[in-house]
């Protein structure tokens, strides 16, 4: 595997998994009212962006952590609905 590989892949890895210490924390403390839904839909589009632009390069490392991404930010967007108070 090449340096490029590498920090694409990892770069892509660290991306992916950045919200989900906001997911766990939102989980066990039932509370979301600091969370932008409005941030997350743009993550959730700018997600599916790369996710369809990785397909069409039939990278796998793009595919593979867009899509995670992108079920990440739907899972914040669910969560910020279920748990915000009015």
């Not at 992916?16 to 979301?32: G, R, T």
């Amino acid at each position: 595997m090449d340096i490029k590989t590498i920090v694409g892949v990892t770069a892509g890895v660290l991306t992916a998994v950045s919200s989900l210490p906001q997911i766990f924390k939102i989980i066990k403390n039932k509370k979301a009212d600091a969370v932008s839904p409005g941030m997350f839909f743009v993550l959730l589009a700018g997600n599916a962006m790369w996710s369809w632009y990785g397909i069409l390069l039939m990278e796998w490392p793009i595919i593979i952590t867009n899509v995670f991404s992108f079920c990440c930010a739907a899972v914040m967007i669910f969560l910020n609905y279920r748990y915000t108070r009015c």
